[in-house]
């Protein structure tokens, strides 16, 4: 079998094929979130839109959807995308197209994501929808804002957004560095949260 680990900045070797939660650290996370580009790279502005925003971006939404949600779950949301550090952002029809093996693959990831950090394997099936439908919140303020769909394409295809849960939220695009030391500082937040 040909290798199917990678080694990460950290030092540590992640499996993908059989990925453990021992070889998960934040610091990879984020960093590869921060450079990874949502929307294959097709957005305005002068940084791509990173899945590390993004992911920011969906936490917030997802708070503000349901009010008094715990830590935890916004911890779960803030980590949605986090298989994407090695795998990739692929748009959901080329998603599709891979079909079962690749969900496989991000299946194994995520559950050792989630088991690193105090989340269990799989999530309820109630968070999971709550961050699906907080993610398309977010997929459709970006769609309009910086990936060049007119609002009423967006709305056709992502749904009208609730003017309230996203009122005076706006993409940002900012540095790699920058947008992961924002995104390690929420994650350690929130841990800090669970723990104390």
Do not use: C
């Not at 990874?36 to 899945?51: I, L, P």
């Not at 891979?98 to 690193?116: C, F, N, Q, S």
């Not at 849960?165 to 841990?191: Q, S, W, Y």
């Amino acid at each position: 079998m040909k290798r199917a680990w990678q080694r990460m900045l950290s030092g540590r070797r992640l499996d993908l094929l059989d990925p453990t939660p021992m070889d998960i650290e934040i610091e990879d996370i984020a960093h590869g979130l921060a450079f990874v580009a949502r929307w294959n790279g097709q957005t305005t502005g002068d940084y791509a839109y990173s899945v590390a925003e993004h992911s920011l971006l969906v936490e917030e939404l997802f708070a503000r959807a349901n009010p008094g949600i715990g830590e935890r779950w916004r911890l779960a949301a803030l980590l949605h995308d986090a298989p994407e550090y090695v795998l990739g952002d692929m748009i959901t029809p080329v998603k599709a197209a891979i079909g079962k093996g690749y969900v496989e693959l991000d299946d194994r990831l995520t559950a050792a994501v989630h088991l690193r950090f105090g989340l269990p394997a799989v999530l309820p099936a109630p968070i999971k929808r709550a961050i699906k439908a907080a993610d398309t919140v977010s997929a459709r303020l970006e769609a309009e804002q910086i990936a060049g769909f007119s609002e009423a394409e967006a709305d056709r295809i992502f749904g009208k957004p609730d003017p309230v849960l996203v009122r005076g939220l706006a993409i940002r695009l900012r540095p790699p560095p920058e947008v992961r030391a924002a995104f390690t500082a929420r994650h350690h937040v929130l841990l800090r949260s669970l723990s104390g």
